[in-house]
């Protein structure tokens, strides 16, 4: 990946409606030259998915669910039964204190608890630690 697809990438995250002419004004190149770079971005796995926020979903709670996993198993095992809980949208393994991260969705606190009830049922897992995100930033 070069300083353009990077730019290409970066103009995406702030506008994934942009078009194609307008990305390629921005950033110098021609239409064709845009398209095929996100072509090659999505083919090569550097683009994953494209996504959207909806107005729906700035009225969700959402929070962050720091995991400690029991070192009698594996942290990939615990991931993907966490993937598989109610509410859980991301999982992420992470260095540092706790072993995982798990990003979780709700349409009110009680969902959100009964959401983390749920991971607490899951084999493995030695501590939680939940944090209700307040306020995002874009």
Not at 47 to 52: E, K, L, P
Not at 86 to 92: A, D, N, P, S
Request: glycine share 6%; charged share 30%; proline share 2%.
């Amino acid at each position: 990946m070069d300083d353009i697809d990077k730019k290409v990438i970066e103009a995406l995250r702030q506008n994934s409606r942009i078009t194609y002419t307008s990305l390629a004004k921005d950033i110098g190149l021609s239409e064709g030259a845009v398209r095929k770079r996100i072509k090659n971005l999505v083919e090569t796995g550097a683009i994953q998915r494209f996504t959207i926020d909806t107005a729906e979903d700035k009225n969700l709670v959402r929070a962050f669910c720091l995991v400690s996993v029991n070192p009698s198993v594996p942290n990939p095992q615990v991931s993907e039964e966490l993937k598989k809980v109610e509410g859980v949208k991301i999982v992420h393994e992470v260095t540092g204190q706790f072993d995982i991260v798990v990003s979780l969705l709700g349409s009110d606190i009680a969902e959100i608890n009964k959401c983390i009830d749920n991971i607490r049922q899951v084999e493995g897992i030695a501590q939680t630690n939940t944090m209700i995100v307040l306020r995002t930033w874009r």
